[in-house]
């Protein structure tokens, strides 16, 4: 029986170490490229796995049975073999509701700001609509988008940090590193 994390790059995982302290030994990091995943999924000894970057659609598609939640989500970031069949989950809701209530925040007819345009951020939106929250999305300017693209996005997040709001705004990453990205970019 073989458990572990799927990845593209994992060199910065904690997840052996953690697992091992729970007593699962049997945990190993599997970092794949893209045209090993189909092989990958097919491995017997494979018992569950976690998912992250980039592979957490293409391991919903590799499911044989998605859980209705992560069907809405997009993504899975858990699967666990049953019956030799992949069960995929996605986790990350369950973690990201559970923070919300730990914290006391209640975000019920609050106006949200997802930072992001990630799976991650997927399963951040799905959570608060079910919670009631009205969300938008503000998207991360990435490198691979055009000039005019990150004059948008700039343009958006300057009428967002002018606007007052009575709003959680919830991102994925520190918002002081996003705040300086943005701040950064002399063209724009």
Same mark, same amino acid.
């Given at each position: 029986?073989?458990?572990?994390?799927?990845g593209?790059?994992?060199?910065?995982?904690?997840?052996?170490?953690?697992?091992?302290a729970?007593?699962?030994?049997?945990?190993?990091?599997?970092?794949?490229?893209?045209?090993?995943?189909?092989?990958?999924? #097919?491995?017997?000894?494979?018992?569950?796995?976690?998912?992250?970057?980039?592979?957490?659609?293409?391991?919903?598609? /590799?499911?044989?049975?998605?859980?209705?939640? #992560?069907?809405?989500?997009?993504?899975?970031?858990?699967?666990?073999?049953?019956?030799?069949?992949?069960?995929?989950?996605?986790?990350?809701?369950?973690?990201?509701?559970?923070?919300?209530?730990?914290?006391?925040?209640?975000?019920?007819?609050?106006?949200?700001?997802?930072?992001?345009?990630?799976?991650?951020? #997927?399963?951040?939106?799905? /959570?608060?609509?079910?919670?009631? /929250?009205?969300?938008?999305?503000?998207?991360?300017?990435?490198?691979?988008?055009?000039?005019?693209?990150?004059?948008?996005?700039?343009?958006?997040?300057?009428?967002l940090?002018?606007?007052?709001?009575? #709003?959680?705004?919830?991102?994925?990453?520190?918002?002081?590193?996003?705040?300086?990205?943005?701040?950064?970019?002399? /063209?724009?």
């Open positions: 029986m073989k458990f572990g994390l799927l593209r790059t994992l060199g910065h995982s904690f997840s052996p170490r953690i697992h091992s729970l007593g699962n030994t049997n945990y190993e990091l599997f970092e794949r490229e893209p045209s090993q995943l189909q092989e990958f999924f #097919a491995h017997p000894e494979l018992q569950g796995i976690n998912i992250t970057i980039p592979y957490k659609v293409n391991a919903l598609e /590799a499911c044989d049975v998605v859980d209705p939640r #992560a069907e809405r989500i997009g993504c899975v970031n858990t699967m666990v073999r049953k019956d030799g069949k992949w069960h995929g989950y996605n986790t990350d809701y369950d973690g990201f509701v559970f923070t919300l209530n730990y914290a006391g925040i209640d975000v019920s007819d609050k106006e949200c700001i997802i930072l992001g345009d990630g799976a991650s951020s #997927a399963t951040v939106h799905v /959570a608060l609509e079910d919670l009631g /929250a009205k969300t938008s999305f503000i998207y991360l300017v990435r490198r691979r988008h055009s000039m005019v693209m990150r004059q948008t996005i700039m343009k958006q997040l300057r009428l940090l002018t606007v007052p709001l009575s #709003a959680c705004i919830l991102t994925i990453q520190p918002i002081s590193s996003i705040l300086r990205s943005f701040l950064n970019w002399k /063209a724009l």
